[in-house]
């Protein structure tokens, strides 16, 4: 089985118990990364990310929560390249592991799929699976597909040692919340991503240790601004799904709902 981390705040004890119990239950092992608490970085730590404004949320600041949470998965990230094993699991504590997701902790399996940096095992539970997929595989009974426009959520994926080392070579200046920068965005170049479906882990709805994040007022300046994101952000979208999975995968698209 390959290894499985769990970032989670050292402070958060009902999230740990919640992830551990899952976990042990399903004979998973897994180590707890302690994760990065955003409010007590030091103003150098923070400037090291160089956090930015968020485009798509009326041009907004990244809160700390999100920049501390960027600053974990990045050191998580940092682990991997040191790992031995080929695939490393990276997952939150509010993450819930269904039975059918230990076949996709098995090195065995994951080497049958296409060449992939980022296998995510959960999907957006507000988009779903709606959206333009290239179905690459089926396994055991799931599909397995390549989404031009990704899901949003970190909540638990697959990630290659070659993919950690693109998103990191990718991931600064911090331009969104580290979720949006690998998936929604579209800010690492021709990164290989491969979606799970239907989805084997679930989110497990829980306080957010992030903090508000949507405070911002809307105006028709901010507004016009956000629809001239998500325009540049759908033509990002589609460039690097061409780049990771080539011209001739855009044959094979399907529009699912």
Same mark, same amino acid.
């Given at each position: 089985? &390959?290894?499985?981390?769990?970032?989670?705040?050292?402070?958060?004890?009902?999230?740990?118990?919640?992830?551990? /119990?899952?976990?042990?239950?399903?004979?998973?092992?897994?180590?707890?990364?302690?994760? +990065?608490?955003?409010?007590?970085?030091?103003?150098?730590? %923070?400037? =090291?990310?160089?956090?930015?404004?968020?485009?798509?949320?009326?041009?907004?600041?990244?809160?700390?929560?999100?920049?501390?949470? @960027?600053?974990?998965?990045?050191?998580?990230?940092?682990? %991997?390249?040191?790992?031995?094993?080929?695939?490393?699991?990276?997952?939150?504590?509010?993450?819930?592991?269904?039975?059918?997701?230990?076949?996709?902790?098995?090195?065995?399996?994951?080497?049958?799929?296409?060449?992939?940096? &980022?296998?995510?095992?959960?999907?957006?539970?507000? &988009?779903?699976?709606?959206?333009?997929?290239?179905?690459?595989?089926?396994? /055991?009974?799931? =599909?397995?597909?390549?989404?031009?426009?990704?899901?949003?959520?970190?909540? @638990?994926?697959?990630?290659?040692?070659?993919?950690?080392?693109?998103?990191?070579?990718?991931?600064?200046?911090?331009?969104?919340?580290?979720?949006?920068?690998?998936?929604?965005? =579209?800010? +690492?170049?021709?990164?290989?991503?491969?979606?799970?479906?239907?989805?084997? &882990? *679930?989110?497990?709805?829980?306080?957010?240790?992030?903090?508000?994040?949507?405070?911002?007022?809307?105006?028709?300046?901010?507004?016009?601004?956000?629809?001239?994101?998500?325009?540049?952000? *759908?033509?990002?979208?589609? %460039?690097?799904? +061409?780049?990771?999975?080539?011209?001739?995968?855009?044959?094979?698209?399907?529009?699912?709902?």
């Amino acid at each position: 089985m &390959v290894p499985v981390f769990v970032i989670s705040l050292i402070r958060s004890t009902q999230r740990r118990s919640f992830i551990q /119990n899952s976990l042990d239950a399903l004979g998973i092992p897994f180590r707890f990364f302690d994760a +990065i608490d955003g409010t007590a970085m030091l103003p150098g730590e %923070i400037a =090291s990310i160089d956090p930015q404004r968020h485009g798509g949320r009326y041009g907004r600041l990244l809160n700390p929560g999100e920049i501390g949470c @960027a600053a974990s998965f990045r050191a998580v990230l940092q682990n %991997i390249e040191n790992e031995n094993s080929e695939f490393v699991c990276v997952t939150e504590d509010e993450a819930k592991f269904s039975a059918e997701s230990r076949q996709f902790l098995e090195e065995k399996l994951l080497q049958e799929l296409p060449k992939f940096d &980022v296998l995510r095992l959960h999907n957006d539970h507000k &988009v779903r699976t709606k959206g333009f997929a290239y179905a690459v595989a089926l396994l /055991n009974g799931y =599909s397995i597909f390549a989404s031009v426009k990704p899901g949003l959520y970190c909540t @638990a994926q697959i990630f290659t040692r070659a993919g950690a080392s693109k998103i990191l070579a990718g991931m600064i200046p911090l331009r969104a919340p580290i979720d949006n920068m690998i998936y929604r965005d =579209s800010r +690492i170049a021709g990164l290989r991503i491969l979606e799970v479906r239907p989805a084997v &882990v *679930n989110l497990h709805r829980m306080e957010s240790t992030i903090g508000k994040r949507y405070l911002q007022k809307r105006t028709i300046k901010t507004t016009l601004q956000r629809k001239t994101f998500s325009l540049a952000r *759908n033509i990002r979208s589609l %460039i690097n799904f +061409i780049r990771a999975w080539g011209f001739l995968s855009l044959f094979h698209l399907r529009y699912f709902r």
